[in-house]
């Protein structure tokens, strides 16, 4: 049996999975590569894995069809398999196996925590036909969820607001970011948050691009912002330290040019001939 194209969103076991497809494996929060490459022949997996292990279709619109596993390290071959932070994939010049590790471990995340139904208790059972957990007692249904996301670089003429956030382990500085609340937009929302990581209020709010970013389900809304008036303040818990920094005297350690706190501040670079 292999699986129709149009069935694009499809969970089925990894025996009907087509032996030409390839096949991202994730370990927990990890992914696991093989000899240092993201994808896995399915036809290897097949002598490898249990026939019924659960498996998501990424992408099925080309000859080469791309699926997720749910996978142990130790089940796999030592001298091939390898954990990757899936982080590191932010230096890839290929965006396209940043999508599909991205994807593959949003949707292992949201089966691994999604294993019983919320308003009965029942075990979920995994679709067919459609991404999606069923219900087998009172038919609800579980969709993979995202969690909006703003991500602004506020400016100030030839200067940028940059901040060193608490939990990300370096001395990266990035734009000022945070989840949408229920009932805002995201303009409300990067108001909101500016202020309170800053105290800074911005103006003149523009879009410029989204991301998705699997870390673990988010999808960044990048804006630009221009200064609007207060002096820069932080609680030194959530934003450990904050500054303007002129276009021709930047930090050292920004965001990889691939993510979209990148990409924001490149484009303002660009604007200003730096």
């Known amino acids: 049996m292999s699986l129709a194209p149009s069935s694009t969103a499809a969970i089925l076991s990894l025996r009907d999975v087509p032996d030409n497809a390839r096949c991202v494996l994730v370990d927990e929060s990890q992914l696991v590569l093989r000899a240092g490459e993201v994808y896995w022949p399915a036809s290897l997996l097949k002598r490898l894995l249990d026939p019924m292990t ?56 949201w089966i691994r925590s999604h294993r019983h139904c919320g308003f009965c208790g029942s075990r979920l059972a995994a679709q067919a036909v459609e991404r999606a957990l069923q219900c087998p007692q009172c038919q609800h249904r579980v969709f993979p969820r995202i969690s909006p996301c ?9 200067q940028i607001l940059l901040a060193r956030h608490a939990g990300r382990g370096s001395g990266t500085f990035s734009c000022l970011a945070g989840f949408m609340e229920v009932g805002e937009t995201p303009e409300q929302t990067i108001c909101r948050e500016v202020r309170e990581e800053t105290a800074i209020e911005v103006c003149n709010i523009r879009y410029i691009r ?9 999808l960044m809304l990048g804006f630009h912002a221009d200064y609007a008036g207060g002096e820069i303040q932080v609680d030194g818990h959530e934003i450990l330290e904050a500054s303007w920094f002129d276009a021709d005297e930047l930090p050292s350690a920004l965001p990889p040019p691939f993510s979209v706190a990148g990409q924001l501040i490149a484009l303002f670079l660009q604007a200003n001939n730096v």
Do not use: M
């Not at 703003?150 to 030839?158: A, K, P």
């Not at 989204?210 to 988010?218: G, N």
């Open 150 to 158: 703003v991500i602004v670089l506020v400016q100030r003429e030839r």
């Open 54 to 109: 659960q498996a998501v279709a990424l992408d099925v619109a080309n000859d080469s069809c791309i699926y997720a596993l749910s996978c142990e390290l130790t089940r796999l071959p030592q001298h091939e398999a390898s954990h990757c932070n899936p982080r590191l994939l932010l230096q890839s010049s290929i965006p396209e196996v940043f999508a599909h590790a991205g994807k593959a471990l949003q949707l292992i995340h």
């Open 210 to 218: 989204s991301q998705s970013w699997p870390f673990p389900s988010q």
